[in-house]
T-cell receptor, first 114, second 112 residues
């Protein structure tokens, strides 16, 4: 069974450009989570979805960030415009249940904004 | 609110040494506790878990015991290997409240 698939693995862009990160969760998982990992702040939950509906986006840092889940097999995280402080590794994770704590993570998208 | 505090790294050990990574938590309810591991260039993966007080989670030679009296879930391994070099994250899930909350991670380097 395929795991969580993220793309791109690496993205280098210039300040002001739009960035779109993509995620395909594991089939049958009803929950999808977007996390951001930096050295300074560790792993931060940005937003999570249940059955394609955003449940909690309180971790999204500002209006430049948006996330969508148009169907059960695809989600995007968009940053527009991007800034150097957005440089981080962005992880997508999915799970069958929010409360079991058993998340399955993708390999991450490393974003560098110059 | 819920939070997890784990010892800061990095931790550097020689092969076959004993490992302890401390983790304490604060929770409003009755959380489940987890250790996740992140190998270089990969996403996090579940290492072990415990769902109630006094439970012991174990996997790949690692173990951790859920201690409610000390609000702790320390990770231990009796003899580390070079292949254990990774970042270890303690986490808690408080059912009915926020989803998984992670500590900041502890980097372990094991040298031959």
């Amino acid at each position: 069974d395929a795991g969580v698939i993220q793309s791109p693995r690496h993205e280098v862009t210039e300040m002001g450009q739009e960035v779109t990160l993509r995620c395909k969760p594991i089939s049958g998982h009803d929950y999808l989570f977007w996390y951001r990992q930096t050295m300074m702040r560790g792993l931060e939950l940005l937003i999570y979805f249940n059955n394609n509906v955003p449940i909690d986006d309180s971790g999204m840092p500002e209006d430049r960030f948006s996330a969508k889940m148009p169907n059960a097999s695809f989600s995007t995280l968009k940053i527009q415009p991007s800034e150097p402080r957005d440089s981080a590794v962005y992880f997508c994770a999915s799970s069958r249940d929010r409360d079991t704590g058993e998340l399955f993570f993708g390999e991450g998208s490393r974003l560098t904004v110059l | 609110g819920n939070s997890v505090t784990q010892m800061e790294g990095p931790v550097t050990l020689s092969e076959e040494a004993f490992l302890t990574i401390n983790c304490t938590y604060t929770a409003t309810g009755y959380p489940s506790l987890f250790w996740y591991v992140q190998y270089p260039g990969e996403g996090l993966q579940l290492l072990l878990k415990a769902t109630k007080a006094d439970d012991k989670g174990s996997n790949k030679g690692f173990e951790a015991t859920y201690r409610k009296e000390t609000t702790s879930f320390h990770l231990e391994k009796g003899s580390v290997q070079v292949s254990d070099s990774a970042v270890y994250f303690c986490a808690l899930s408080d059912p009915g409240n926020t989803p998984l909350v992670f500590g900041k991670g502890t980097r372990l380097s094991v040298i031959a």
